[in-house]
């Protein structure tokens, strides 16, 4: 403190004397304020040479130096100083003469550096009102509305993310999701599954499927589609994930649905060679070899529910059958045998009537007198093949006429009504 009032006394005390000498010298000067004193003045600017910081360069009361400027405070007038601004570079060849600059920077190169120039990048935006003076950008674009233009701002969206570190640094994305990992985040990335198709055509954008598989042709890919077929039964609990079956029937209660499920009734055959594709029958039995087993054929259904009496009918009827076969194929068209299978169901009277009836009668004769079962009549049969045809035919001579013939057929048919009442 003591030295500023020193200072300021002092300054004060010098004041005063030059205004006396003024006073002294030329009354006038006080009013002026141009003139020192009479005395020499080389320029002939009205300041003589004693008082004037340029004593051989005229700095007059008008322009160019008629306050005696001296922009360095050097102690030498603007008008005659080769360094106006005092920063080492010569009035010439300086860009910026009157403002202190000895970095000469000149951003846009136009010849006025950048202290002084009012434009400092170049690009027809004031510096006073570019969001970016030092970077060229006449749009002045601002991405997020901050203060900083595009072409500066070190955060363009304004997600937080600075664009260097930033996978999509004109979208905002904080996240930085990346599903494909190529570096361009989801958020700006044209093909976010990286599957070679574009966003705009892809059926699941952001999961990979280059065949666009679409089972049920709802707009989306079944590599996203939580109901891949559409049968309104989602995929985490349809036992048909890709055959639409809303009913999620499972006969063998495999956990596959029926719809998609190559052995339905899981007896170990595909349905595609399974006789009975819905009920379980590994042996795939067909007694009257149309085509359909007995595990789901009506008459071997209605055969296994009668008793022991009805099995050993339905036995006889086969026999007869299998003998009437081998005995008789001349007499099927005769007598209108149908030996296509066509898969249709046969009644009880034409079963009979195909059956031979010297078989059907002795097998029921058997039955009657002796007590043995049909089926042991059966299995010996079966065991001795077609022996057992030819000593049938050697125990009773059969009949040899169409009358003879229907009356054996309506014998059987009566003994094997008889035998299932």
Do not use: Y
Not at 219 to 232: F, K, L, N, T, V
């Amino acid at each position: 403190m003591s030295h500023r009032l020193s200072f300021t006394w002092t300054t004060g005390v010098l004041a005063g004397i030059g205004a006396l000498c003024l006073l002294l010298a030329d009354p006038t000067s006080a009013h002026t304020g141009h003139k020192c004193a009479d005395g020499v003045d080389t320029d002939g600017d009205q300041w003589p040479d004693r008082c004037d910081n340029c004593p051989k360069t005229p700095n007059a009361p008008e322009p160019p130096n008629s306050e005696q400027l001296d922009t360095d405070g050097d102690g030498r007038g603007d008008a005659c100083d080769p360094d106006i601004d005092g920063d080492g570079i010569r009035n010439q060849p300086d860009n910026c003469p009157e403002v202190p600059n000895a970095d000469q920077r000149d951003l846009d190169g136009d010849g006025e550096g950048d202290v002084c120039d009012d434009d400092t990048d170049g690009d027809g935006v004031a510096d006073d009102r570019d969001n970016c003076p030092r970077t060229v950008n006449p749009s002045q674009s601002n991405l997020d509305g901050d203060e900083k233009g595009d072409a500066c701002d070190a955060d363009i969206d304004g997600d937080g993310v600075a664009n260097t570190d930033d996978n999509c640094p004109k979208t905002p994305n904080s996240a930085q999701t990346d599903t494909n990992d190529n570096g361009v985040g989801d958020a700006c990335d044209k093909d976010t599954d990286g599957d070679g198709i574009l966003d705009g055509r892809d059926n699941c954008p952001s999961v990979a499927n280059s065949s666009q598989r679409d089972t049920d042709d709802d707009g989306r890919g079944d590599r996203c589609d939580p109901d891949i077929d559409g049968d309104g039964v989602p995929d985490n609990r349809d036992n048909c994930i890709a055959t639409a079956n809303a009913d999620q029937v499972d006969t063998d209660g495999d956990g596959r649905g029926d719809a998609c499920d190559r052995d339905d009734d899981g007896d170990g055959v595909t349905d595609g060679r399974d006789n009975c594709p819905t009920v379980p029958n590994p042996e795939q039995h067909d007694a009257d070899g149309e085509g359909r087993g007995d595990a789901c054929d009506e008459m071997a259904a209605d055969a296994g529910e009668a008793d022991g009496g009805d099995a050993a009918d339905a036995a006889r009827v086969r026999d007869a059958e299998d003998a009437h076969d081998h005995d008789d194929h001349d007499h099927d068209d005769e007598h209108g045998h149908d030996n296509d299978h066509d898969g249709h169901e046969h009644s009880d009277d034409t079963s009979v009537s195909d059956a031979t009836p010297h078989d059907a009668t002795e097998t029921a004769g058997a039955s009657e007198t002796s007590g043995q079962p049909a089926s042991d009549t059966n299995e010996g049969r079966a065991q001795s093949g077609t022996s057992g045809c030819s000593s049938a035919s050697s125990r009773s001579t059969g009949p040899t006429s169409p009358f003879e013939w229907f009356a054996w057929a309506t014998l059987g048919i009566w003994l094997w009504r008889r035998q299932r009442e």
